[in-house]
């Protein structure tokens, strides 16, 4: 056995997708600025929170996957 600790190259391959979701980032930043001045509370934007991370998700399983033992 090696005295190493495992890395994690979850974090390091979700970077990577990042730039392939700038679409659906877009879409949240502007859905954060129109809500901001919402005094009320009720508007979100988890729709397009979920959309982004659905997008790295779908995007760095593929390597992650490969890189699993």
Same mark, same amino acid.
């Given at each position: ?10 974090? *390091?391959?979700? #970077?990577?997708?990042?730039?392939? %979701? ?5 879409? =949240?930043?502007? $859905?954060?600025?129109?809500? *901001?001045?919402? #005094?009320?509370?009720?508007?979100? %934007? ?5 959309? =982004?991370?659905? $997008? ?14």
């Amino acid at each position: 056995m090696s005295d190493e600790e495992p890395v994690d190259p979850k974090p *390091e391959i979700e #970077e990577a997708c990042k730039p392939r %979701c700038v679409k659906a980032l877009l879409a =949240y930043q502007a $859905c954060a600025e129109r809500i *901001e001045s919402d #005094e009320t509370g009720e508007a979100h %934007c988890t729709g397009q929170y979920f959309d =982004y991370y659905s $997008c790295i998700d779908k995007c760095a399983a593929s390597t992650l996957f490969s890189k699993l033992k």
